[in-house]
């Protein structure tokens, strides 16, 4: 089956500007989390929803970052007044459940470059 | 809180060989998952093997096994018959009963040798 989509596969925008990130996560996952990656770095979490509410949003680094996901299976991971500092690939993650033994399976990643 | 170490930035195998990937953690937690993903150049993450807290036998699946020695809080990747494809990075990451998220380590590079 199809895995987790995640668009666009790259960003680029200008300092100050506002980006949306889009993820598909597998059908039937009611598990959707959003990492971070920077160069030469592991994922670092962001975000975590479990159907429609984000039940874990203490890795968002600041207000700019906000992810909704209104319907339970899409989320858009939203910034505003980009900064460089933003540059990163961005990965979004599903899973079937939350027992500590579902691995979550990761989409391509969006690369966001902020200039 | 957890935290993942990983001290090897990079490694390289020969092709055919067995190579072991290091991993310490630190967590307050009772019950914890442990997880390596592996991340090819072309960035996705790709899970290989868990590893349970209260499993009582070392996880394996096909040429991955897992080392866990839950007393040294390590938990190693061993990869056998390394092949030229197994090249890429390797994140080691673990997650709390008390969380939903995945703490990485920061990735060792692996690189197979023809």
């Known amino acids: 089956g199809a895995g987790v989509s995640q668009t666009p596969s790259n960003k680029v925008t200008e300092k100050g500007k506002y980006v949306e990130l889009r993820c598909d996560p597998i059908s039937g996952h009611t598990a959707l989390y959003w990492y971070r990656q920077s160069l030469g770095q592991g994922p670092e979490f962001l975000i975590y929803f479990q159907g429609t509410g984000a039940a874990d949003d203490s890795g968002l680094p600041n207000d700019r970052f906000f992810a909704v996901r209104p319907e339970g299976s899409v989320s858009t991971l939203k910034i505003q007044r980009t900064e460089r500092g933003d540059s990163a690939v961005y990965l979004c993650?599903?899973?079937?459940?939350?027992?500590?033994?579902?691995?979550?399976?990761f989409g391509p990643g969006t690369r966001l470059t902020v200039l | 809180a957890q935290k993942i170490t990983q001290t090897q930035p990079g490694m390289f195998v020969q092709e055919k060989e067995a190579v072991t990937l290091d991993c310490t953690y630190d967590t307050s937690d009772p019950s914890y998952g442990l997880f390596w993903y592996k991340q090819p150049s072309s960035g996705e993450m790709i899970f290989l093997i868990y590893q349970g807290s209260y499993d009582q036998q070392n996880a394996t699946e096909g040429r991955y096994s897992l080392n866990f020695q839950k007393a040294r809080k390590s938990a190693n990747l061993v990869i056998s018959a390394s092949q030229l494809g197994d090249s890429a990075m390797y994140f080691c990451?673990?997650?709390?009963?008390?969380?939903?998220?995945?703490?990485f380590g920061k990735g060792t590079k692996l690189s197979v040798i023809p």
């Open positions: 993650a599903s899973s079937p459940g939350i027992s500590i033994h579902n691995e979550q399976f």
């Open positions: 990451a673990m997650r709390g009963a008390g969380s939903y998220q995945l703490t």
